[in-house]
């Protein structure tokens, strides 16, 4: 696998406060990667390293086989950054904005411009940007990230303020991408939208890497359980089904809807027992753990006693 960034052992203290401690990872070409944790987790601190705005009080960072904190950073071009809290001048239309990012990036302008449409904000683009949304001014965040397609692409919260149809439309823009090679980083915490999303998912607690490994790995990790839904007919108001193996965690959710919490090496052979020939099983529903339920296990797991 091409690498197009290598993070190896990264501190970054200051003074006292350690913002990230002993952090690794490398990020592969094409790959599209959650950086998730709580507000202070060090997340943002890694953006900032890996674009070169602050230096790591120890380790080494590499972005396209070079470093970013060097002077002559080469491939700062081809770098894409969305931060969190987009602050734009206010005084400069939308199209202005535009072309002045790239042209700081060395990109055809009219290239540049044709990314509004994509975004959403083609019919917004000739007023100013002190009288745009929250939402408004994200996309034209993302607009100026996304100038000179670049190799590698940095995301701080990037939904934040987008109704339910511009986040499926950005969603859409950066998975194409990816799968034309960018490298895609994304911190966010919106899990749930980045659950069926990210290949992969690195959670930070307190500056700590705790996890890292696609949905599927840190599921097989963290052992948590999968709910089976059965809808059951005929069942009697406090009653569990006879056929359902002896001390199976079971609840009654409502009228015939039972659930049942099934250990990762046995929910094979449950569902064997509830859709055998003879059970009351109308329908039923398999529920996997959430992101959001893997997050807080490995938060859990980290914290101290």
Known sequence: MTLAVCVADVTKRYGRIAAVTGVSFDLGKGEMVALIGHNGAGKTTLLKLMLGLIRPTC????????????????????????????????ALTGR???AFYARLKREPVEKALELLE???LDGAAARRVGTYSK??????????????RPRVLLL????????PELRQTFYEVIQRLAAEGTTVLLS??????????????????????VADGSIDELRRLARLPTKIRLKVSGLETGEAPAWLPTGAPCRRLNGHIVEIDAAPDQKIDLLHRVTAEGTSVEDLDVVPPSLDDIYAHFLKSTEAP
């Open 135 to 148: 939402g408004m001014r994200q996309r034209l965040g993302l607009a100026q990230a996304l100038i000179g």
């Open 118 to 120: 994509a975004v959403g």
């Open 59 to 90: 380790g080494a960072i590499e972005v396209l086989g070079d470093n970013p904190a060097a002077g002559q950073f080469a491939g700062r071009r081809y770098l894409g950054y969305q931060p969190e809290n987009v602050s734009l001048d206010a």
């Open 96 to 98: 202005e904005t535009q």
């Open 188 to 209: 966010s915490h919106a899990l749930t939208e980045l659950e069926e999303r990210a290949g992969r998912v690195i959670i930070m607690n307190r500056g700590i890497k």
């Open 156 to 163: 701080d919260e990037p939904t934040t303020g987008l109704d």
